[in-house]
């Protein structure tokens, strides 16, 4: 196992075992933190968010996956819990490759990151580090940089069940990496020698 991994595990044991003995502990807040400041680099905002849900569903019903339409995690009202979400990855694995490469498309198109009917990677680059680039934060700004530089290279053939993965693969370290470090500085800051 490498540095980063045993790290990772030993936040993930921390924050779990903080949120057994209290609700409002250190850790808890900690995770929530994390979590809010990673969503808010991470994720479109609700508007745009309820935007996209729209689109996709039109997306999905002109492939003829007409039941997927009204799946919670496409609720326009609400950001999906992780459930929702994780079943509408599941479902989107069940459509064959060709109907699910031709809904990627059909949903990404408006963003002008296609050319033809492959992905312009640069320009999906160019999108996240303007996301990035924007946040307040220093801490996440420069783990999500490191970790951009690491991640393999991105496929030009859209894919949603790609974006999901990367996403999620972003948003986990990013949340565990800020949770981490959050919770140290808590939990450190009324130590004997500290102003």
């Known amino acids: 196992m490498n540095t980063l991994t045993i790290l990772l595990l030993a936040a993930v044991v921390v924050v779990a075992s903080g949120m057994k003995h209290s609700k409002h502990s250190e850790m808890h807040s900690a995770l929530h933190e994390a979590k809010q400041i990673c969503m808010e680099i ?17 997306c999905l019903g002109n492939e003829g996956h007409t039941h997927l339409t009204s799946h919670p995690a496409l609720a326009s009202d609400k950001i999906p819990d992780l459930k ?8 989107l694995k069940i459509i064959t490759a060709e109907s699910r490469r031709k809904v990627s498309i059909c949903a990404v198109q408006d963003h002008g990151i296609l050319d033809g009917e492959e992905l312009n990677v640069p320009k999906v680059m160019e999108m ?24 393999p290279e991105m496929s030009r053939e859209p894919d949603l069940l790609h974006f999901i993965e990367v996403k999620k693969s972003l948003m986990n370290g990013c949340v565990m990496n800020m949770a981490m470090s959050i919770a140290e500085e808590a939990l450190t800051r009324n130590c004997p020698g500290q102003n």
Do not use: G, Y
């Not at 508007?47 to 849900?53: D, G, L, Q």
């Not at 929702?84 to 479902?91: I, P, S, T």
């Not at 996301?131 to 690491?150: H, M, V």
């Open 84 to 91: 929702d979400a994780l079943c509408m990855r599941e479902e």
């Open 128 to 151: 996240v580090w303007t996301k990035i680039n924007a946040t307040q934060n220093a801490e996440a700004r420069e783990f999500l940089s490191e970790a951009i530089s690491k991640l």
């Open 42 to 58: 991470l994720m479109p905002s609700e508007e745009e968010m309820s935007s996209m849900k729209e689109k996709m569903k039109e």
